[in-house]
């Protein structure tokens, strides 16, 4: 075991290739999604206003959408066409049509009505723009209302409950941050990992074969002889994924909150389960370039099935099957259930067992290999 | 060596080589169906609820009733407390919680706003995001008729008491994807990069195979050049004319562009993408290292095209990088014409960019031949 293990650290060491996939590149990967997301919090985004009112209520309600800060309002417009076009374009997200007579209308109480047109081809994007219109112009509306209630009442807390009997909190539970880097890139960082240890393992067994030293290799044993090779991979990669939890949680300002051990074993268990699965596609064909091909249409779709940004209980049948032939998925039930929820250890237990059911495929390779060699 | 003799043993090498007909022909086809299973059932399901009610009186029932009859929302259980509600959460069971605080009725009697506590989960932004459109709507529409009871307590007239509730009111308009469907949002941009990430690896693995083996055949490097790009860009014309064809006609996915434009912007971007693939086949010392290398690059494209996430949030560092790839102005460009009824005008930026590319990678790619003919010629 040693032996190999050895071994395959010179090949690694003797091979750029090799060395990228374990090193620079996860680096590079992660780096990049991180910087990519870093904000977490949007800003800015471009909209503008039709005003066909022109009135100090119309002027007034321009401001307040403008010192919302997921908002900014890049130009008044005069008519709707103009808008449309930008929207077309993609210049603008949205635009906010005031109607003419709005102040007249409010003060005869005809209750007249903003039209909001959001281009919602960017789904996320019309989403987050929807909700700052929303909260800003009934924060707006309130006003107005109770101002009104006041002239009428002349008693402020009166007024105040005239004009909202009932408060909503919002409590986002878990990832109470409300923070877009937090939710995409503790999901997207594991995705990237397991295209590499399916890969880079694929790699080094196709390498092996391709300069005929599977003799050299295997000699003391499969079994041995097989961990020892996968080894430095299984310990890079667990190393990369632990660096990875680390920062999340030690020096970005979230919390972590159950168990450290738990997650640390789930990553394992999910490096073990890929390296499982890319081997038993090696060892269908030992065909080194056709495996690749096949384990990157494996791994690369995965994000879309996670279930993160689409949740599981929508998807159709076959794409739930694929959710759960895809390891990934049950490691990061298990970390988002640890990091955000803190759930006890023992509810781990059906998670983990779903990534142990992969285990068996070791035992295929290695079956496949004693043949082979 | 004639053009047609480079030509047939271009194809020879291509069509002889599995893991380039897996990817070039069986990864673009079976992805076509397998990409966008995740979205097909399209809108999300209802979403359960729990609802501790703590006030338990007619009101909060009714407020109950009002939440449990939105269309997003089923309140499947009630429970005591918080912590059971909690648990059930953290179970699955259900994917968010209403609590409504104790003395609800009698605070609204006595005019004192009680505070009515919405929780879901927000590590699924699309779940939380649902649930609370829908509670909060219902419990708005409660808090506005409540305000009209108010205002006929104090001798208003009926008439005027349901108009004065508020003073104006926003109604939003959902363009081009008005029923909000993951499929429209995602599956067209995902396309395109489908298109470019298959046809570089395609690539990859010949200009990596050629190198790997040496095989360099005495033949002028435009033929080669001709030669690649007829076969991969009549191939790959096809893969774009069944994506946009077929493919939105299968999903449903509304098209608005006519067939002329979407055939004037693909060609730049088929011509620049077979040109970046030569070249980087040619920068390759063996077949395998093609595949991981792009498929690497597929997720932060996707995150830096300003379709997913905001192009204002991206670093304007990667959104410069991001602009090397023919997919990023591909994507936009599509998007804009296809989803989003765009006139050609409108796109005319990413067109020149795709064109800009297209001159870069051809000179990149004769550059990169140039040299690899030398380092593999005989007399060294």
């Known amino acids: ?373 | 060596m004639s053009f047609l003799e480079v030509l047939k043993f271009e194809f020879k090498s291509i069509f002889t080589n599995a893991p380039i007909i897996m990817t070039i022909i069986g990864g673009v086809i079976l992805y076509s169906f397998f990409y966008p299973q995740p979205y097909i059932n399209e809108v999300v399901k209802t979403l359960k609820v729990s609802v501790v009610d703590l006030d338990k009186s007619e009101l909060s029932r009714k407020l109950i009733y009002s939440i449990n009859s939105t269309p997003q929302i089923e309140v499947s259980r009630q429970d005591m407390s918080s912590t059971d509600a909690k648990q059930a959460l953290i179970e699955k069971k259900i994917s968010g919680i209403i609590i409504i605080p104790a003395h609800f009725k009698k605070d609204i009697a006595l005019h004192v706003s009680p505070t009515i506590a919405v929780g879901a989960d927000s590590n699924y932004f699309l779940v939380y995001g649902s649930i609370l459109e829908g509670a909060i709507k219902s419990i708005l529409t409660q808090s506005a008729g409540i305000k009209v009871t108010n205002l006929l307590l104090q001798n208003t007239p009926l008439k005027m008491a349901k108009k004065s509730y508020t003073p104006y009111s926003l109604k939003t308009i959902y363009l081009f994807n008005p029923d909000m469907s993951y499929t429209y949002y995602i599956v067209p941009a995902v396309f395109i990069l489908i298109l470019q990430q298959t046809m570089l690896i395609g690539l990859g693995i010949l200009g990596g195979f050629y190198n790997e083996f040496k095989k360099t055949y005495n033949a002028p490097i435009w033929m080669k050049i001709s030669s690649r790009t007829l076969i991969f860009g009549t191939l790959f014309f096809t893969h774009m004319l069944f994506y946009f064809g077929f493919s939105f006609e299968f999903y449903h996915i509304p098209h608005l562009a006519s067939a002329y434009d979407i055939i004037t912007l693909g060609v730049p971007f088929i011509l620049a993408t077979v040109f970046l693939g030569i070249f980087f086949g040619g920068l390759l010392k063996n077949q395998e290292s093609a595949t991981p290398a792009i498929v690497l690059t597929s997720l932060p494209l996707v995150f830096s095209a300003g379709f997913v996430w905001p192009k204002e949030a991206v670093p304007e560092l990667i959104t410069y990088f991001s602009l090397f790839f023919p997919c990023t102005p591909a994507m936009q460009g599509f998007l804009k014409l296809n989803q989003m009824g765009a006139s050609f005008d409108g796109v005319l930026v990413q067109y020149g960019l795709l064109w800009l590319q297209t001159v870069l990678y051809l000179l990149l790619a004769i550059y990169v031949l140039r040299r690899n003919k030398y380092k593999h010629s005989p007399h060294q």
Not at chain 1, 148 to 157: C, F, P, R
């Open chain 1, 1 to 373: 075991m040693i032996d190999a293990f050895k071994l395959e650290l010179q090949e690694i060491k003797n091979s750029f290739f090799l060395l990228s996939l374990l090193t620079w590149i996860p680096l590079v990967s992660f780096l990049t999604i991180i910087f990519i997301f870093h904000d977490g919090v949007v800003k800015n985004l471009p909209i503008t206003v039709v005003d066909y009112d022109q009135s100090n209520i119309s002027r007034q309600i321009i401001t307040q959408i403008n010192a919302n800060q997921t908002l900014h309002v890049t130009k008044i417009q005069t008519s709707l066409k103009e808008a449309s076009v930008d929207i077309s374009a993609s210049k603008i997200y949205a635009t906010v049509v005031i109607p003419n007579h709005f102040k007249r209308d409010i003060l005869q109480k005809k209750e007249p009505q903003i039209t909001a047109f959001i281009n919602a081809q960017y789904l996320l994007i019309g989403k987050m723009i929807y909700s700052a219109l929303n909260t800003t112009l009934s924060q707006n509306s309130a006003n107005i209302d109770f101002v009104s209630n006041l002239n009428q009442n002349g008693q402020y807390s009166t007024a105040k409950n005239y004009t909202s009997p009932i408060n909503t909190q919002i409590t986002p539970f878990f990832n109470t941050y409300q923070n877009y880097f937090l939710f995409l890139v503790s999901a997207i960082i594991p995705t990237i990992l397991q295209i590499l240890i399916a890969l880079s393992i694929i790699i080094s067994i196709g390498k092996t074969f391709k300069e005929k030293k599977e003799k050299d290799f295997f000699k003391n044993g499969i079994v041995a002889s097989l961990i020892g090779k996968t080894l430095p991979y299984t310990l890079t990669y667990l190393a990369w994924g632990i660096l990875f939890i680390l920062y999340m949680y030690g020096f970005e300002p979230w919390k972590f909150q159950g168990s450290f051990a738990i997650t640390f074993l789930a990553m394992l268990l999910n490096i073990l389960a890929y390296q499982g699965v890319a081997l038993s596609f090696f060892v269908l064909s030992f065909h080194y370039v056709r495996t690749l091909s096949l384990a990157t249409i494996y791994t690369a779709p995965a994000f879309a099935f996670l279930g993160i940004t689409f949740p599981v209980n929508s998807m159709s049948k076959f794409a739930l099957i694929w959710h759960n032939l895809l390891p990934i998925s049950h490691y990061l039930k298990i970390q988002i259930a640890q990091a955000s929820y803190g759930v006890p250890v023992s509810e781990m237990v059906p998670l983990l067992v779903n990534l142990l059911m992969f285990l068996p495929l070791w035992i295929f390779v290695i079956f496949k290999l004693r043949q082979k060699i």
